[in-house]
């Protein structure tokens, strides 16, 4: 089955920790891509999103996330994590001129201060 | 500030009785969504309205039901929540079904007691 798959459910870093969370795909043919994350208490936030184009995307507040079309993976980073990153992230694709947007099962963060 | 606005943060609701979870959006956006999002799970779409048009998922059980009245309020109906239907509910919005990017609600969670 078609699906997005975010292989570490809880993840715990102490600050100025690097983190790379993994997000992976099944989908074929042209995607869109996105991170949202949803800070404790709060709404889903778009952190990035990919169409087209250079493949390592920039995002707020620091992240970024590189596009592997070969490996079908849209892995989301930040070279030095704060406590205020503690929050749930979710991966999202959207097949090309689809109207879904398909969510993987999150990842929790925490990050000590 | 434009956003998404879901009323109320929290309900709790008896086995079989009716419930209504309601969204409004000042953003004018023309599609609105209903996500279902149990714990630990991928949040999944119900249903959408493309302004007046309404979209149900395949799989959505006949149990939920959605009003869009105008542009601003979309409605939630869950005529005989049963203890499965207990979840978070997420709704969002898109300028349009072409836009990908979508805005969310902080989501109304559903106990059924």
């Known amino acids: 089955a078609q699906s997005v798959s975010q292989h570490n459910h809880h993840v715990i870093l102490s600050e100025a920790a690097s983190l790379e969370l993994g997000c992976n795909y099944s989908?074929?043919?042209?995607?869109?891509l996105f991170w949202y994350v949803q800070y404790p208490g709060q709404h889903l936030q778009l952190l990035l999103k990919y169409f087209s184009g250079d493949p390592l995307v920039k995002g707020i507040k620091g992240f970024e996330a590189e596009f592997i079309k070969s490996k079908f993976s849209f892995n989301l980073r930040k070279p030095s994590v704060q406590w205020s990153d503690t929050a749930e992230y979710f991966c999202a694709v959207n097949k090309d001129s689809s109207y879904k947007l398909i969510f993987g099962s999150g990842t929790r963060l925490l990050v000590r201060p | 500030d434009a956003m998404v606005i879901q009323n109320p943060r929290y309900q709790v609701t008896q086995f079989g009785k009716p419930v209504t979870l309601s969204c409004s959006q000042t953003?004018?956006?023309?599609?609105m969504y209903w996500y279902q999002q149990k714990s630990s799970q991928a949040p999944k779409l119900l249903f959408h309205y493309y302004d007046k048009d309404f979209n149900n998922e395949a799989d959505t059980p006949d149990n939920f039901q959605s009003r869009r009245p105008n542009t601003s309020f979309c409605f939630l109906d869950i005529r005989s929540p049963g203890l499965g239907d207990a979840a978070m509910y997420l709704c969002?919005?898109?300028?349009?079904?072409?836009?990908?990017?979508?805005?969310f609600g902080p989501g109304t969670r559903l106990t059924v007691t």
């Open positions: 953003l004018n956006h023309n599609v």
């Open positions: 969002a919005t898109s300028r349009d079904l072409g836009i990908r990017e979508q805005y």
């Open positions: 989908y074929g043919g042209t995607v869109n």
